[in-house]
């Protein structure tokens, strides 16, 4: 069971979130120019990492807002990232 | 290889079991192969099998970073059914069924396959939908799957006593009668024992760290064992499928999350069928031979490689099962536990080239087990022959830049 810190909310239940994947997921400027793998390297395709990942939350049956927290996929030790609060 | 017969049994009985012999051999890796299979779970074991039976490539090491079956083979909950959605699914999951009814023969090793039918409780109409439509496909396919009336449900499953006020009533079922349970274990040794017998190197406790390239093309794996060179290496490693597709710097469309399981106590015979309850993304319990009563659900709904879950899962799991049965909640839980497995994106097997040459994969995705003896045949396929067997065809990784998704996320729980 995790504790996520919610930067308005504080640290609530990790039943309240939605973990809404990887934060480094950068939507292509222009997708028409990109190459079919490009695109769907954009789509479909995860970092997946085994340690540190940035990802996005949604406290959906909280404040229902958006932020970045960075996890752990091994010890599940959480960092919150500042900028995401602002 | 000494076959297994009635008479061996007889034979070492006399002589109190001391004189069996070893399963396998435990060689030290050679220098160089000609296949590499990275993962000694099912997937990878029966890919070398599959390699040295049907292909004669024998010079084929499996590499395994601990010990063959550790990883999810050991772990499932054993069901292996064929009840999904799109066409490009039935017939891969059909030619499974077909294979797990006749590898005891062909392995000479019994998998204790126990046809127990598998009914699912429909408490929606989205889910009757759904039912249907897949009852359709499979027949398409000449398999079984019919819908059962409440009054058939309540016949074929006594103790199955629903609570007046459930919020979602069952309305009746849908029965795969060819589903059955295979005890997992026995699939990797079975295949770790027919492979070896043919000549291929079973090499435990040997972890794969990097993939060694030369102009696009793999020559061979470094290991905690030293290098080891390699023509063509399939890669087969379940919950770890980012970590070494990325030594040749592959991405894939896949997260790695936890799914748990938990067994009570074991008790006297009351659940012949393998029941999900809450339709098909919910709960799913079954009483092993042993007696336990087995039970899981869906994914943790994040990714984790930490191999421990989460407890609302067991919680929520809990309360749908008691709903239906409210008597096992007399039950004491004896073990819980929990596997890491690849989804991929779109819920449906992954057996494929990617862009390194000579680098194959086969990601066994959210239910890999009843995949197991199929997987394991197209991916020897595909390696042997650098194009995708028939019925592994849709299952590459061009699917995902085509557009040409099997979509089965939805429906398809990992049981
Ligand atoms: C609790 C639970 C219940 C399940 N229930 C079912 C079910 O009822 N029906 C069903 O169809 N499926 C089920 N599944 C899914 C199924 O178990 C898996 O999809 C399937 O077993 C995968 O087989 P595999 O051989 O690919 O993987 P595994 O058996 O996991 O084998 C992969 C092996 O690769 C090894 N490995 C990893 N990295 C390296 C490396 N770098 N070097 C060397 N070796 C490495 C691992 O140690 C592991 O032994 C369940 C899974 C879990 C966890
Ligand atoms: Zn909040």
Redesign the pocket.
Known sequence: MLEIPCPWCGPRNESEFVCAGEADRKRPSDPEAETEEAWADYLFNSTNPKGVVREWWWHVSGCTRWFQIDRDTVTHEITPVEESSK | MKRFSIFSLARNALTGHRHWEKMWRSPDPKREYDVVI?????????AAYFLAKEHGITNVAV???????????????????SNFLREDSVPFHEMSLDLYHQLSRDLNYNLMVSQRGMITFIQSSAANRVALQMANTMHIYGAEYRMLTLDEVKQKIPIFDPSPDMRLPVRGGVYQPRASMVR?DAV?WGFARAADARGVDIIQN????GIQQENGAVTGVE?TRGLIKARKIGM?????GS??ASMVGQRLPITTQ????WVSEPVKPVLNEIVVIRSYYGT?LMQSDKGEIVV?QGCDPYPSYAQRGTFPIIEDATTSMLEVFPSFGRLKLLRH?????DIPYDGSPIISKTNTRGFYI???????????PA?AKTFAHLIAKDTPHPLAEKLGLERFSSGRLIQEGGVSA??
């Open positions: 990275i993962g000694g779970g099912g997937h990878g074991l029966g590499l395994e970073k601990g010990w063959l079956g550790g990883g999810n083979t050991g772990r499932n909950t054993m069901t292996v059914r997992h990797a040997c972890e794969v760290t290991t087969a490693v379940a919950g770890h970590v070494v936890p799914l748990q399981a799913y899981g536990w929990a596997g890491m497995l086969d990601v066994a995705g959210s239910g890999g087990f009843k995949t197991t997987a990992n049981r």
